[in-house]
């Protein structure tokens, strides 16, 4: 025995047919209203080779500003597997016994039979699954002793990729990380830049860069002064960090500094930024101004993480 009606892109049918895969029995269904209870969810079940579980909304999702019906939703309850990008297209029906007949109702979605579930949309159902007048009616059969059973099938279709994306994370609290280094035998340099020791700020490693004599275009005319990825290699193709930065070359005779402040985004393929144009060689040589003391010069940044982008595949 079977019926089918059609409204709003929504198939009620009757079948005489258990749920194949899963069964939710509820006793005492109205106290979970008053124990205050909106979202009840099942204990998971394995088909097609992912996990689910239901989800009841007894008096309907408020989140929706439901309040008439009973809501029921299908969720994919292990994303682990379930990776950035892929998708899995599902067919599925939700049913509710007729506890008299021994037979369900089986709702399911008319126009879009595959529905699509992915890492950032688990969850998949009706709102109005059920009238909770209709289903409160004693010739229904559907609560009988305060009692009723839902019920789930789930056909995976499809699995498909949707390519390469990004999650951009900025951050709400910020930590400054400070970081002083000293260049020592100045004079004594064979290439035309110095690095630092590798340090940590913000899970990162990273270090200063001075070119003393100039980079590029400036070579010979400005001390260069940046701030890299130490080893740009971990950071993974697609993923990205934008920080602000402050790097200082600090006066060691009369307090004074010179520093310079800029917020740059930092990937493995744009991994060293600064500024060419730093410092004129003839002020940082200056033995007055002390930037340059017993052939050392100490240099500083000061680093706060601003945003993170973590690329998936």
Partial sequence: MS??????????????SSPAHYIMKVQSFSLLAKNSIER???????????????????????????TDHISLYLVLDDTSSLHHGREIYVYFRLFLHDQKNDNYLVVQDTVRKERRFHKMKVERGFDRFISLKEFNLASKNYLVGDTCAFGAEVFVCNETSTGKGECLVMMKETIKYKHCY???YLSELESECYDSKPFNAGNYEWKMKLYPNGKDDELGNYVSLYLALADPST?????KIYAQIILRIIGQKQGMNHS??????FS????????SRFMPICNFTNECLGYVVRDSCCAEAEIIILGVVDAFP
């Fill in 3 to 16: 019926f089918t009606n059609n409204i709003a892109d929504i198939t009620r049918s009757i079948v005489d």
């Fill in 40 to 66: 009840y969810e099942s204990g998971n079940f394995e088909a097609g080779g992912y996990k689910w579980k239901l989800a009841l909304y007894p008096n309907g999702n408020k989140m929706k500003n439901v």
């Fill in 260 to 265: 310079g402040q800029a917020n740059y985004w």
């Fill in 268 to 275: 493995a393929s744009s991994h060293e930024n600064g500024s």
């Fill in 182 to 184: 000293q260049f020592d």
């Fill in 235 to 239: 950071l993974s193709p697609g993923s």
